[in-house]
């Protein structure tokens, strides 16, 4: 059997009401947004190990999202950005990383339930 050392770790839909957008109203009533963060990270030590030294603890990259989400910006883009960057800095070991930032009933004609920017990072091991 190869078993590969590697794995995907994820956190899906953490929710955040923030005060992103470029409208008036957008940042003084806020919405609510929604982040998903997937990575691929060498777990193989964790899978023998059972210690949560040898992996990616991902209640610190909650920790890293929740500080981003909470500095309020007009654009999901720069939201995303920021985001991808702490991750990129302070766990630089990560290959490859995708952060998705998606905001509820954005400010369109017509009706769409979610806009979403998504951001790749890593260092491409």
């Not at 929710?15 to 998903?36: I, R, T």
């Not at 920790?63 to 995303?80: N, R, Y």
């Amino acid at each position: 059997m190869c078993v590969s050392n590697f794995g995907e770790i994820e956190l899906d839909s953490m929710q955040f009401l923030s005060f992103h957008g470029l409208l008036p109203k957008e940042k003084a009533e806020g919405n609510l947004f929604l982040v998903d963060f997937k990575c691929r990270y060498d777990i193989s030590a964790a899978m023998a190990s059972d210690n949560i030294d040898d992996t990616l603890d991902y209640s610190k990259i909650h920790s890293i999202v929740a500080e981003e989400m909470a500095i309020p910006s007009d654009l999901l883009e720069h939201v995303a950005g920021r985001i991808a960057r702490r991750v990129e800095k302070d766990y630089p070991a990560i290959p490859w990383f995708s952060v998705r930032v998606s905001k509820q009933n954005p400010p369109v004609e017509g009706k769409a339930e979610w806009s979403r920017v998504t951001v790749e990072g890593g260092c491409g091991k």
